[in-house]
């Protein structure tokens, strides 16, 4: 490394430290390392695309003022960043920002090398029923396994794509429907799996799609008479994702030619992967032929991660974007929020951009208002294990009593009326609802939410209940 790159830099940062929050300074500024001097060009390297954002964003007009201070007035800044989860080039690419154009730095001077590309077909439907057509995968290369960090919530979802990845069509998991409530990671794995499916097994034609624009170019193809093109496209396809396959709920014409495309995939050995906010026992509106397809292989369901997976997961997000925070804070986000990777992921966000915007440093106090104020703005989702305790404090007994076998009368409507909740409160499937109220099974939880359903049309005094302890969820 230049000693000249090095001796300008230290002086920069002597500057900025004298002008920026500690906090600021050793979150942004020190993980920064000096590379080169060229031509009044000073190079430093930054560990992610994020972390060069956030400069660009927050901190420009100091770094102008202390390399000009430094190099004079044709000083330049170039910034080396290590990209990761690129098109499969892995050399860092660089961005040269004119010291004296502001506007520019977004918009110009840019090499990503991401042009090695051949021209492909977009859109799959361009042109439908063509064979001998490249398509277009449609996956996010950034949703891989590296980044999907495994936990008690996710362990088995997890190892069952990574075996789908390594031998697509070959398991017993065909189709993979991997279900669970929003922001958990379904749309990431089911990426995941088709972007290591395509590091494997770069011949097959893997292609994601959500069911929602699936229904879309299904409804196109009608219009325009070619629906067995479109049916024909799709039987071409090695590796089929559909993203929110609940979607297809109450659509008959797109569930029919699904169920054909399905058909001919699965006897042909190709792979089926799908993803949905319900397990196929809890889907309604969905053929009985096609819910009984879903069943053919393993539906694994995504839950809401315990605290070791949440620190981990934001331990993660933050070296990813080259950003430091102290592990009591960490902590601190971890154990309040714990619905979704999703909110985690924005709460730590969010906290970044406070502490910058705001030229505050990154603390306890600074944490607890953030979190807060996200909570507070969040959607609460109420947990199975909170509509056991309400129900059993309105009925006046503990919550040992609401699961235990006993076959006394109030019992059982208690415990009938909490099940019920949870399936109208809460994404659990039924068969998780069964397991957490008394270690039931799925089948006794349907039956209790159709005797709440008659009880509450025919018993007065049961719809009271019901109406009570729907104010007190609601709240």
């Known amino acids: 490394m230049s000693v000249t790159a090095q001796s300008v830099w230290n002086n920069c ?110 859109n799959p439907f361009v042109i439908p029923g063509i064979r001998n057509v490249k398509i277009e995968s449609q996956l996010n290369p950034n949703y891989s396994f590296e980044n999907f960090l495994e936990g008690d919530s996710n362990r088995l979802a997890r190892n069952a794509g990574l075996a789908v990845a390594n031998k697509p069509g070959g398991t017993s998991f065909n189709p993979l429907l991997i279900f669970g409530g929003v922001g958990l990671g379904k749309t990431h794995l089911a990426h995941a799996i088709g972007v ?40 071409l396809i090695d590796v089929l994702i559909i993203d929110d396959v609940q979607f297809l709920s109450g659509k008959s014409g797109t569930q029919d030619v699904f169920f054909h495309i399905f058909n001919h995939l699965h006897q042909n050995g ?17 053929e009985q032929r096609l819910l009984s397809r879903f069943k053919w292989g393993l539906s694994a369901e995504l839950q809401n991660p315990d605290f070791e997976t949440r620190v981990s997961i934001l331990k993660n997000k933050l070296y990813r974007d080259g950003v430091e925070m102290p592990d009591d804070i960490i902590d601190y986000v971890a154990k ?4 979704n990777v999703r909110e985690l992921e924005g709460a730590i966000i969010s906290l970044i951009a406070q502490s910058s915007f705001n030229k505050k440093e990154i603390t306890i106090g600074l944490a607890k208002d953030i979190v807060e104020k996200f909570v507070k703005n969040t959607k609460r989702e109420v947990s199975i294990d909170y509509i056991q305790k309400v129900v ?29 909740f949870a399936k109208k409160f809460t994404k659990a499937s039924l068969a998780s609802i069964g397991s957490q109220i008394g270690k039931r099974d799925h089948a006794t939880v349907l039956h209790a939410c159709k005797t709440v ?23």
């Open 392 to 420: 059993s404090d309105y009925f006046q007994m503990d919550v040992d009593t609401l699961q235990s076998k006993t076959r006394k009368r109030h019992i059982v409507q208690a415990r009938q009326l909490a099940m019920f």
């Open 270 to 286: 190709k792979q089926v992967i799908l993803t949905s906010d319900k397990a196929p026992v809890d889907m309604q509106d969905i």
């Open 336 to 339: 309040n929020i714990k619905t």
């Open 453 to 475: 359903d008659n009880l509450s049309s025919t018993d007065k005094q049961f719809r009271k209940y019901v109406e009570d302890l729907s104010k007190k969820l609601s709240l």
């Open 13 to 122: 940062l002597e500057f900025i430290k004298d002008n920026i929050q500690p906090q600021a300074y050793k979150t942004w500024f020190e993980p920064i390392v000096a590379v080169k001097l060229t031509d009044n060009a000073l190079s430093i390297q930054v560990p992610s695309k994020f972390f060069y954002e956030w400069l660009e964003e927050h901190y420009v007009k100091i770094l102008k003022v202390a390399l000009t201070k430094e190099l004079g007035e044709s000083a330049k800044l170039v910034y080396v960043i290590k990209m990761e989860n690129t098109y499969g080039n892995k050399q860092p690419f660089t961005e040269k920002i004119p010291s004296s154009n502001r506007g520019a730095v977004k918009s110009q001077d840019v090499d990503i090398p991401f042009n090695n590309k051949s021209p492909e077909l977009k």
């Open 196 to 235: 290591d499916i395509k590091d494997k097994y770069p011949e097959k034609t893997v292609l994601y799609i959500s069911a929602e624009k699936f229904t879309q170019q299904y409804i196109d193809s009608v219009k325009k008479n070619n629906r067995n093109d479109f049916i024909h496209f799709y039987q």
